[in-house]
């Protein structure tokens, strides 16, 4: 079967769906790999390092994808708004098409590209099981939008993270505060305490209590109680509106006495909460700090603006997204693991054999046969 990784045209985009390192274990279970020329640009691989590893390149994009049997990419139709309909077309009935999607954002994409008869699969739908760890994009890319979220902060923080004892006299420490202690969160914590901050981190879902703690930071304690904070996946729950009123309201002291505030809340499906209203900011110190990762998602902070580092009332408060393209290398190397696990975990003797009973097939699958299979997919159609 033939495999296809087409070049990334969302703008910006850096990573690609494939690595060099990633081809062998394909091309052993009998699959075909052929990549478009300069794919690689990105991640500083060359179309050579590919032919290298047993890679095809091919220079023409809609020959690629019309001899595709499968595709793999990091943004597919719905997590690229104005993916070309040229793509689309070329692809013959029955392609497989593996990426993230998108598809509780955007459910009547995903039914177009089931009308297509393609076989869809979004990255973002894998299961957060044990099983499916190693195919895990989300927390792959969650962990270095952590990461790199709390170097922003720290490069445009007026002061120091480390405490210092110097002859010119002692710094005390940056105070970093967590807002959502899940992946993203938690390796924002990390990050901060190697820096040398004093980190406290919140979320809605108690659970993460003792994984902040055992990172070093403090997990803060409200006086209020989410109704079933988190569902069966582990995933938070989205609240009322006066949940949200009294968090915030409970969060403002802490967050005015922060230098630097991480915000990476999100409920799957869900416009991100709103923690930190515009009133709240503008009580922090002049020179503080807030990054929020949830700005394509809407924001955690009324005062983001998704895409662009602000300063308001004196307060730096940076949006950043697709912060995972900022390290492109690091960012391929691992999702192209997760989506080459994948793929293998549906391939027996060179071909694709999809197991509709298996959870992590099944759990993925948002298209197929000409219907939307997914169920949140088909409620958000619904809703839609
Ligand atoms: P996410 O990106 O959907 O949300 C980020 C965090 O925001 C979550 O921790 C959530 O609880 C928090 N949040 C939501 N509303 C909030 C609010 N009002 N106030 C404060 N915080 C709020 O979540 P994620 O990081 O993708 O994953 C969430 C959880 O899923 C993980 O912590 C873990 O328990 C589970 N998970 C399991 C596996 C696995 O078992 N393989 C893998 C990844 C994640």
């Keep these: 079967m033939l495999v296809a990784v087409p070049k990334e045209i969302y703008p910006g985009e850096k990573r690609v769906a494939l690595i060099p390192q990633s081809l062998p274990a394909l091309t052993k279970a009998g699959l075909e790999v052929v990549i478009e ?8 691989s060359k179309d050579a390092d590919f032919e ?15 001899q595709a049997d499968i595709v793999l990419m990091v943004r597919g139709p719905g ?4 993916f070309p309909a040229a793509d ?24 177009k590209l089931a009308e297509r008869k393609l076989t869809v699969f979004s990255m973002e739908l894998m299961p957060r099981t044990t099983r499916a760890q190693s195919m895990d994009a989300l927390s792959s890319m969650a962990t270095i939008a952590g ?47 190697r820096l040398g901050a004093v980190v406290e981190a919140f979320d809605i879902r108690p659970v993460v209590k003792e994984e902040v703690e055992s990172l070093g930071a403090k997990f803060v304690q409200l006086e209020m109680d989410a109704d079933e904070a988190q569902d069966s996946g582990g995933y938070a729950t989205a609240q009322s509106e006066d949940f949200y009123r009294r968090q915030q309201e409970l969060l403002a002291e802490r967050i005015k006495n922060s230098d630097v505030v991480i915000t990476t809340a999100a409920v799957p499906g869900k416009k991100s909460p709103v923690l930190i209203s515009e009133e709240v900011v ?59 696990t994948f793929l293998l975990h549906m391939v027996k003797e060179g071909k694709l054999k999809l197991d509709l009973e298996d959870e992590i097939t099944k759990g993925a699958m948002v298209a197929h046969q000409g219907q939307v299979v997914h169920e949140a997919v088909l409620a958000a159609l619904k809703e839609a």
């Design 37 to 44: 020329a300069g794919a690689g640009e990105g991640i500083n």
């Design 52 to 66: 290298a590893q047993g890679a095809r390149v091919e220079q023409d994009r809609h020959r690629l994808l019309s």
């Design 79 to 82: 997590s690229d708004p104005d």
């Design 88 to 111: 689309l077309d070329a692809l013959k009935e029955g392609t497989t098409l593996i990426s993230f999607t998108e598809p509780l954002a955007q459910p009547e994409i995903m039914k």
């Design 147 to 193: 990461y790199k979220a709390v170097l922003a902060a720290a490069d445009a923080s007026p002061k120091l993270f480390p405490m210092f004892m110097t002859a010119a006299g002692t710094i005390t420490p940056s105070r970093v505060f967590i807002l959502g202690a899940g992946v993203a969160g938690l390796q924002a914590i990390a990050t901060a305490r």
């Design 282 to 340: 503008a009580g922090m110190r002049p020179g503080s700090v807030i990054v929020d990762i949830a700005a394509d998602k809407g924001g955690n902070c009324a005062v983001t603006k998704p895409g662009e580092k602000i300063v308001h009332k004196g307060v730096i408060v940076i949006g950043p997204l697709n912060i995972p393209a900022e390290v492109p290398v690091h960012a391929s190397q691992m999702y192209a693991k997760n989506i080459s």
